[in-house]
């Protein structure tokens, strides 16, 4: 499958946005900034601009949603153009698919337990067998963010892999919109059960149900298959500036939705939309801008290894390194970021080789 460029270079925002929120909280979370009286024109410019740092930075996991989104297309669009080939075993699939994670999220526990400059902040234990697997959604409260809180997405993501027939079977007899509509529904509705009918553990809703998050999955899948109808239309939309512009206004309502149990329902969804408005119309900048478009392309292209293996690294050095200036963290952030990059590409493409030498692929899938 050719792979679209500015998709990449927006899987590479999302998780540098990601790092940087881990990154972010670990320096500043016991950190007393001065506060603004907005009411007092005597309010300085530096500090106006130090709350709008604090709150743009403090949304840095809306890109989480964009993830959940991005792979949702991605999942549509190869599937389906594996269908119409006539190439799709369902068998071969899962195979392709949990060849294609687990390896690696293997890797990433290994890693983790060798490496000399991650955070460790909780024993290793029995509990390591249930990460293993992936199934960190049984006893949620011990294991669901045991050793690397952003592993749990992992656990996600396995259960959409393993609906995902159902989901495609439905999205190709019922055509995009509809298909969004009736996901919306369930994953709304189920939301509503856990956080205001039968409240339960906020893991359960994060993730650790997936339908909890099928609204933003699903939304991908009717992205990937509008963009396969009409790419020039979507692509205009996202990438010439009037998505960015979209988001930029409806974010504020989104944002909004945070206002109690009841409009919280439909957060997730809402702000990891304007967030993937954002993120991949930023993206389309970078894109017209060759050279810096193929380093986000590559860092986009091996962003699950960057993924697995980046919290317990930026915790570490966090926790070291503060308290710091707003300056320097910005500074050091980069150069981070650029070190992490370049060892979760390492590491992905070391273990992608290793599983194709070990296990070679079949042709069809």
């Not at 009841?262 to 990891?272: K, L, R, S």
């Not at 992490?340 to 080789?353: F, H, V, Y």
């Amino acid at each position: 499958m050719k792979r679209l460029l500015w998709l990449d270079i927006a899987k590479a925002l999302a998780i540098s946005w990601v790092v940087y929120f881990h990154f972010f909280h670990t320096c500043f979370e016991h950190a007393q900034f001065a506060s603004a009286d907005w009411s007092s024109l005597a309010a300085s410019a530096t500090t106006i601009l130090q709350m709008v740092w604090l709150k743009i930075s403090g949304i840095g996991f809306h890109a989480v949603g964009v993830f959940i989104i991005l792979s949702g297309w991605a999942l549509m669009e190869s599937t389906a153009r594996r269908a119409e080939s006539g190439l799709l075993k369902w068998g071969s699939w899962y195979r392709a698919r949990f060849l294609r994670l687990y390896p690696m999220y293997w890797v990433a526990h290994l890693v983790y337990l060798v490496s000399p400059f991650v955070a460790r902040l909780e024993p290793v234990d029995s509990r390591i067998i249930l990460s293993l697997l992936g199934l960190r959604f049984i006893d949620i409260t011990m294991n669901f963010m045991y050793l690397n809180a952003a592993w749990w997405y992992f656990s996600m993501l396995i259960q959409f892999y393993l609906i995902f027939p159902l989901l495609f079977w439905a999205a190709r007899r019922f055509g995009p919109f509809t298909f969004l509509l009736m996901a919306c529904a369930l994953g709304f509705f189920v939301r509503y059960l856990m956080l205001v009918v039968y409240p339960q553990h906020g893991f359960w809703v994060l993730g650790g149900f997936a339908i909890c998050r099928l609204p933003e999955f699903a939304l991908g899948m009717a992205l990937g298959m509008w963009h396969k109808q009409s790419p020039a239309r979507i692509e205009w939309f996202l990438l010439r500036g009037a998505g960015l512009l979209a988001g930029l206004l409806l974010y504020p309502a989104a944002l909004w939705l945070y206002h109690n149990g009841i409009t919280y329902v439909f957060v997730d969804f809402a702000t990891g939309a304007c967030c993937l408005l954002e993120i991949v119309g930023v993206a389309g900048i970078i894109w017209r801008f060759n050279r810096v478009a193929k380093i986000f392309g590559l860092v986009g292209a091996f962003s699950y290894g960057l993924y697995l293996i980046h919290q317990p690294y930026v915790i570490w050095l966090g926790l070291r390194i503060r308290p710091i200036s707003p300056w320097s963290f910005l500074l050091i952030f980069v150069v981070t970021l650029m070190v992490l990059s370049a060892w979760g590409i390492l590491l992905e493409k070391s273990t992608n080789a290793l599983v194709n030498k070990l296990v070679p692929s079949k042709k069809d899938e």
